[in-house]
């Protein structure tokens, strides 16, 4: 190749690469603008007579174990008191509760009208038994009858009859019953179980997540929109007013990105084709 055509062949191509690196430099991608305030950590947010605190952070995550990188993204959560959060406890037939203090055995009578559910104290037995020197400290049972056996004269007496008149509490459905430090109620009984229903103040919390959508406590559909530019902040907006425009935002940035990615394409293409040039130009011409 002469050298002279080589010379025009790489100012031209050093002016191409130069030209779409002048671009990718002064290019600026687009934005997302989201109308409305934006929530720092730890700022409140309120919608529908609920208020909520806004937590945000970046949050690094490991690679993808086949070379891939991590990274941190920004993560966050809205968290609000809900004032009349819905609770249950579940007292299963024969099972063994606490109840003021005491153990009782749950006895459940799904027949009766209203259904009842029974606590009937339990005994420690093994205890009475060891705390009681006139009886041996184990029970016998004969034919399926359990028994305490006194030492002086080896006499049997029924363990039910040796046990003093339990302690029964009855509760119907509907009845108010104090439980584990909650006014609660006796809201069914079944055969096998009976719930206790109250409510309660509890922390739940929303997730907060890129252009996902959250029903919040006015009923309206919302989502965010992390700006990590600066203080890391998180935008809330309604998904009917300004989904569409975040979508069209979006839209811009993948087409900023296609056309970045294609002029570095003329970039590297260009520095290729000076280098091949320059190489060919500088080859030694047989004779």
Known sequence: MQRRVAAIYLVFFVLLGASAYSVIAVAEQPAVEMSGEA???????????????????????????????????PVGELVYVNESARMTATWENDSVVTYRGETYRVSLDAETSPAEARLIESFDVPAILQNDSDV?????????????????????VPLDEYLPEPTTHTFA?????????????????????????????????VELAEGENMTLADGNRYFAHFDTHGELSV??????????????????????????????????????????????AYMPVKG
């Open 39 to 73: 929530y720092t950590n730890g700022s409140q947010f309120s919608t529908g007579g609920q208020q909520y605190t806004v937590l945000v952070e970046m949050e690094e995550s490991e690679g993808d174990g086949h070379g891939g990188g991590g990274g941190a993204s």
């Open 136 to 156: 041996y400290n184990q029970t016998t049972t004969i034919d399926g009858t359990e028994y305490v056996t006194y030492r002086e004269n080896d006499t049997n």
């Open 173 to 205: 459905v509907d009845d108010t019953v104090e439980y584990d430090g909650e006014t609660t109620t006796l809201e069914l009984v079944s055969s096998s179980e009976a719930t206790l229903a109250w409510t309660t103040a509890d922390e739940q919390s």
């Open 235 to 280: 935008a809330i907006a309604q998904t009917d007013e300004a989904y569409g425009d975040y979508q069209n935002d979006l839209a811009r940035q993948d087409y900023y990105q296609e056309r970045e990615n294609g002029l570095w394409g003329v970039v590297i293409l260009s520095g290729i084709a000076a280098f091949l040039i320059i190489s060919m």
